[in-house]
């Protein structure tokens, strides 16, 4: 079982998160911290496994935390979930050696893969005996976000349509939905939909929600020019 600590100075948003990080199979939320001093006791107290930090927290900015927690000897992992889209943030972020930069808002699903990736990185690198380069480079990624570059298309896709969409995302005015998307390329939803959801885990298209009368929120894609 991991156990995370969520630190987020919204109640409200602290609650959604814990009930998002419950729900996913061998996680389970040991407690909650609406401020930065509040987090670095948390942890010195509860020694959670994994800190999911927002950054514009009442008392300090939320990357001061991690050289603060190292300090104290907290080899603890840190996900940041924020708002925050300066590249300044996102750079000293990854100085800092989070595991991953999830940007709000999300939906439950987006953090779900997120904790996913985490646990079978964080499972392969405590089984490994670290006997060669792959091992070392394995350990290295660990503590990496997501890259910006384009990744290699995952089996089953192909560049083509890739390119398709990467063009209609490029040409819309604003976001695009998976079904408008579909549309506009000629390819079927559910296409769409999977080449939509590899850019953005790739770091290459932003998700936003569109929030309608009823029903779970829409999912909205536009290009990032990176």
């Known amino acids: 079982m991991i156990d995370v600590l969520i630190v987020e100075d919204d109640f409200m948003v602290a609650r959604i998160h814990r009930g998002f990080v419950n729900d996913v199979d061998g996680f389970r939320v040991v407690g909650t911290a609406n401020c930065g001093e509040q987090a670095i006791a948390a942890v010195a107290e509860l020694q959670p496994d994994l800190v999911l930090l927002d950054l514009y927290l009442p008392d300090m900015f939320g990357l ?88 290699a298309l995952p089996k089953g896709m192909s560049v083509e349509t890739a390119e398709l969409i990467e063009r209609e995302l490029r040409a819309a005015d604003g976001s695009l939905s998976a079904a408008e998307c579909a549309a506009r390329s000629g390819v079927s939803r559910v296409s769409a939909r999977r080449y939509l959801e590899h850019f953005s885990v790739t770091g290459r298209a932003e998700v936003s929600l569109r929030y309608g009368q009823a029903g779970r929120p829409e999912r909205r894609y536009s290009w990032l020019d990176v």
């Open 64 to 151: 001061e935390i991690i050289p603060r927690l190292r300090t104290a000897g907290h080899d603890c992992d840190v996900m940041v979930i924020s708002a925050a889209r300066e590249s300044e943030a996102v750079r000293g972020a990854v100085r800092q050696g989070v595991v991953d930069y999830l940007l709000k808002p999300f939906d439950a699903e987006d953090l779900r893969t997120r904790l996913e990736q985490y646990a079978a990185r964080r499972s392969n690198l405590y089984a490994a005996v670290v006997s060669g380069q792959s091992d070392v480079d394995r350990a290295l990624a660990r503590g990496a976000a997501p890259a910006a570059a384009p990744a």
